[in-house]
């Protein structure tokens, strides 16, 4: 069986950035993805498609095919007052909120002073050449299931 759209795709990785750091690591057959389904990042979607049981790629991720470019206009410098006062808020945390659009983003705290919070708005992979070390495990057909919620079921079911 080959990777296609509706099969569910089991892989090990390992994701490094341009220094060779490991950024995230999944082995022993613990990352499952529906194919087709954007579960992933497209570029690297793009580079499985068609692929079998035990394949294994090396691949380069662009930005634009991963998480994007860095957007300076996602940065933006807020009054210290609209954390509230429950406790200190420190360089690394992170925090829901609305983007212009209405759409609920998560922010990352990258600067705090006396009187404001820098948050950033980006993806914290924004920017970043991705490189992926794949090995396929398992495809399978999708669930009915599956394919209606978009997403890979674990054995025991769906948790939401």
């Known amino acids: ?13 390992t994701l490094r950035n341009d220094n060779k750091e490991i950024l995230d690591s999944a082995q022993e057959g613990d990352f ?18 068609g692929k079998s049981v035990d394949d294994e790629i090396a691949v380069s991720i662009a930005p634009a095919d991963g998480y994007g470019e860095r957007n300076p206009d996602m940065t933006q410098v807020v009054p210290k007052e ?15 909120a609305a983007s212009p659009e209405g759409q609920e983003i998560v922010v990352t705290v990258v ?3 006396d009187d404001n919070i820098t948050v950033d708005g980006n993806h914290p992979l924004a920017g970043v050449t991705l490189h992926f070390e794949v ?5 399978r057909d999708a669930s009915a ?14 948790h939401h």
């Open 82 to 96: 609209m954390f509230g006062a429950d406790g200190d808020i420190e360089v690394g945390q992170q925090f829901h």
């Open 111 to 113: 600067a705090v002073d």
């Open 145 to 158: 299931e599956e394919l209606e919620h978009g997403h890979v079921h674990g054995p025991d079911g769906h």
């Open 1 to 13: 069986m080959q990777i296609a759209k509706d099969k569910v795709v089991t892989i090990n990785y």
């Open 135 to 139: 090995k396929i495990v398992e495809i």
């Open 32 to 49: 499952a993805y529906l194919h087709g389904a954007e579960n992933i990042i497209a570029g690297l979607e793009q580079a499985l498609d």
